[in-house]
């Protein structure tokens, strides 16, 4: 997905082509802009989710040490909805929840609990 992203940022303006046999100017290529930037969100919105469960993963395995404050309250919420992987299984499930925590902002809203506002989000 993120070489997938890579594609999508070429930008829409260099394939802008006249219109109406050459009548009409270039057109702007906008909603073809739209939909690329549509499609890196989709795209970036995995990778965090499947980041995500790669690092609560990391901190099982680093018991009995723990994270930061924020990192914590991020693994707290994660491992309330989704379990340590053990044993082989289909990840699909697990991604979409833990994306559906980072769309909806829970995990932002998690981490800013423990640690305060984080400017810029």
Known sequence: MVS????????????????????????????????????????????????????????????PLRAGAGAEAAYKLVRSRISHLKDDRILHHDINKAREMVLKGEVLSAVE?????LSGF
């Open 4 to 63: 997938e992203n890579k594609v999508f940022a070429h930008p829409a303006s260099v394939d802008s082509i006249p219109t109406s046999a050459n009548k009409e100017d270039h057109v702007s290529m906008g909603m073809t802009a739209a939909l690329k930037a549509g499609k890196i969100f989709e795209n970036a919105s995995y990778v965090v989710a499947v980041e995500l469960l790669c690092s609560a993963q990391g901190l099982d395995f680093r018991k």
């Open 113 to 117: 609990d423990a640690v305060g506002e």
